[in-house]
């Protein structure tokens, strides 16, 4: 399976703290899960009235293991939807509502952790008048790359991905592997390009990896990009093997200074 190792928080969010005795719980050494991305995002307006609310879950290693999301109409209180969700369904959490929702409207969603420790999350949004227009094209990977660890048994992967324009706003990004699911998350407003990193466990050095990038607009419809693959170098010692490439002008200093010192191999298809 993959595990997530890169995330970027996008949104600002306001958090309830957990209570006194749930802080206790929480071991000094893992972090609160907690709510990294909502689609909508805060305070969004004109919001097609088609919209299928979601939220992220960030990599937080520790606390609640089922959440609970709500829509409620800020004028009047009522709920509009409400559904359970199991962290072990995986980091993205939906609310399906059965029908579209009234034009130019305050709504809260709400995302509450149930059990153990978790942050509660709320954000508001306004609809407008119209339905989604989805996305424009489709996500594309311009330029992949890939280690293994011959000490860890380690395979990391990094993922430059071109984000399709969205006509309403910030949709959410993900990128995984063939059968594997999804290795990591963000948010963007396309057309830019995105930089995600993530790991998975291999015994051995796998001969290639095979990467496709997926993109969400607001009503949940995907948009996948073709398959890329890319041979991973192996790693015979954390400062030894050789460097397989040097970074890109979109890659940020830090992340492109530890892909380097990793020896990842980078594959451009620009």
Do not use: N
Request: some cysteine; overall charge negative; charged content about 15%.
């Amino acid at each position: 399976m993959f595990h997530s190792m890169f995330y970027w928080p996008l949104v600002s969010l306001s958090f309830a703290e957990p209570s006194s005795s749930d802080a206790l719980m929480a071991p000094e050494q893992c972090a609160v899960v907690q709510v990294s991305v909502t689609s909508p995002a805060p305070l969004a307006t004109g919001v097609p009235v088609d919209v299928m609310p979601a939220a992220l879950l960030s990599a937080g290693g520790c606390g609640s293991q089922s959440w609970q999301v709500t829509l409620v109409d800020a004028s009047t209180g009522a709920t509009v939807a409400t559904a359970a969700h199991a962290e072990s369904d995986g980091k993205l959490i939906e609310l399906e509502l059965g029908g579209d929702l009234a034009p130019e409207t305050t709504y809260t969603f709400r995302i509450e952790p149930l059990d153990g420790v978790g942050e509660l999350a709320e954000i508001g949004f306004t609809t407008g008048t119209g339905t989604t227009v989805g996305l424009d094209g489709a996500p594309a990977i311009l330029s992949s790359a890939a280690s293994w660890s011959e000490d860890v048994a380690v395979t990391t992967v990094q993922v430059e991905i071109d984000v399709a324009p969205a006509a309403e706003g910030a949709s959410i990004v993900a990128f995984g592997g063939r059968d594997e699911g999804d290795l990591a998350w963000t948010s963007a407003t396309g057309p830019t390009t995105v930089l995600l990193q993530g790991s998975r466990s291999d015994g051995s050095a796998p001969a290639k990896v095979c990467l496709t990038a997926r993109q969400r607009d607001l009503a949940g419809r995907w948009t996948v990009s073709d398959e890329d693959c890319v041979a991973p170098e192996v790693i015979a010692s954390p400062g030894g093997g050789c460097f397989g490439g040097g970074s890109r002008e979109s890659t940020t200093p830090a992340l492109g200074g530890l892909l380097l010192a990793a020896g990842l191999l980078r594959r451009s298809r620009r």
